[in-house]
DNA sequence: TTGAGCTATGTAAAGGTTTTCATTGCTCAT
DNA sequence: ATGAGCAATGAAAACCTTTACATAGCTCAA
């Protein structure tokens, strides 16, 4: 009773009074079959509420038609924004999307695998930065699907990216703060070990020279992205001595941590200190004052990503390997012009 | 040569010299075959890189392993913080997840129902507040799978539902204004169509008659939940002149624009109003004041719906059809002692 | 008139499992 | 010695499509 039996091709086919293959043709190649069996058909299909069985149509087609998201935190507004383009433009294409939740650990990573070597998924969208272990190069091992790389590229593996232009939108960040009259900028977030961090650093170093400022080596600052390493990075600068006028952050949340330790600190935002941040993640424009920042177009880092695997799934060589979008600058009020020099 | 053709358990059966139901049965009911036997199979999984074909099992198995997942908004930073229990729960018992963003159109709603009728999911989690356009009672319909509903009840469905206890929540946030020592408390969210509202503004209702304070109604002024909802009622407020000492928010985000309007008027929080929210989103901790609030439980939230949408699917039938979680009071800067009466 | 070519349809294979039912060879109680 | 009962396995059906191949009927040019 519970399983009230769903009507299968064959009913469709004998209330039409044709054979199976006909029903199929009518459904998937409409033209292929005459108008009037065509009608047949619909008008069965509409009687019994038939709807294709999705598995055993895969099972046939070898492929689900199912996208495996794979990101580290799921919960983080930074993916789930992008998340919101990638489902728009799946869905309007028919796909449907699974989303596993890495956490960094490898053994989930290995694990979501089995989606693919499942043929439950044809094709993966990673946030991780890295390829999930288990697909090396080693024999035997799943083979890559076609794949995409959205916001952290992949080092050693040649596979499609989509993110945003790291480089530049650290440039037109700095160049702001330069436009504004600072000269003395720090860097917080230094790092060599996530490639955005690299990137935006080189973006800024670009802007320094391109207005012949010296990079002034003491005011480049570690930093893992993290509130507490940009508030732990700020109150180094106090130890030493060496301030600057402005601070560029890699992104929000470093530069959250570099306000909350100016604010304990009693200094007057934006005047005394410029504050900036990358990213434009929700509680920006909540902090006091809120962070002027470069905004990623999320949405659209999720639209592009999805079309260009599907690009790949088609069997379509995309036009580049490599989509870079821009950032915008987002004019809040932790930025104005220095008081001193 | 793009499909290096995957090994099916006919490879493996030939290999360990058995028959394939053989090594069906080696592999998932391992007590129902001979040690030696179990082991040759397992030895020739092992070589083959076999893995069972997911489409294969579902066509015959008649399920997926699948659960759909229906959210108004994906981006929501309190939906997906609950997919993170969501998705958590539901890959330590193999099943997979799959997202669908309705963006509450009943056609996209209608649209996903697909994944249901075509066997790709096996159960589905609500978070719209009502069934998607096409479940109802007609014949002919895709029929309701085993359902839970998940922050909003559906109102007129026989679904369970897993959410925060809104009553239990809003009146110890109440409570905790009426312990401060206020007396005058607005509840800013009144709203006849959502049920988060409702049951919100019944548990403020409590609070007060537990404290022998009369409700008064001019204090009691609609909202929808947005920010720009709260920043309205606060202006309306001042235009009437009643003013509270503190304001009951039914959500952080009515809170936060209580709480931009009333800085906007240069009042000195908390000290002069004190502002209370609900939900505890992540810019809660950086608006300024902080707001002192009441955190859902989300992760768990999402952990136990998962958990008891499974029951459901193994046939068991659940202790409870509603599960209520504790809200547990944040306490952080923008509630203090009343400054007047 | 013939047959080439086309359209519309049907038959049957293939896709890879799980599971029912049947079979075989035991053990062990009678 | 006999047969009941059990453990281990295999053969084959069933799950529901899509599609290659075959067939039948037509049109139309030679």
New interface residues.
Partial sequence: MK??K?ATIEDVAAIAGVSIATVSRALNAPTKVADETRRRVTTAVAQT?Y??????R??RM?R?N?ILILAP?????N???I??GL??EA?KRGY??????TQNDPA?ET?YL??I????ADGLILFTGHLPYGFGSEG????LPPTVAVNEPLPNADVPFVGVDNIEGARVATEHLIAQGHRRIAFIGHSTAKAVNVLRERGYRAALAGANITVDPRLILDGDGTTESGRAATEHMFVRDVLPTAFLCVNDATA?GVVISLNARKYDLPRQFSVMGFDDI??AS???PSLTTMKQPRVKIGEKAMDLLLMLLGGEQPPETEILLRSELIVRNSVSRPDRN
């Fill in positions: 399983h009230q769903l509420g709807t294709t069985n999705a598995m055993a895969s099972l070898r689900s199912m935190d799921v919960g983080d507004p993916f789930s924004n998340l919101v489902e728009t869905s449907g999307i699974l989303i596993g939740n989930r694990d089995r989606f070597s499942s043929n439950q035997g091992e799943t083979r959250l929700s509680f909540f902090v006091t």
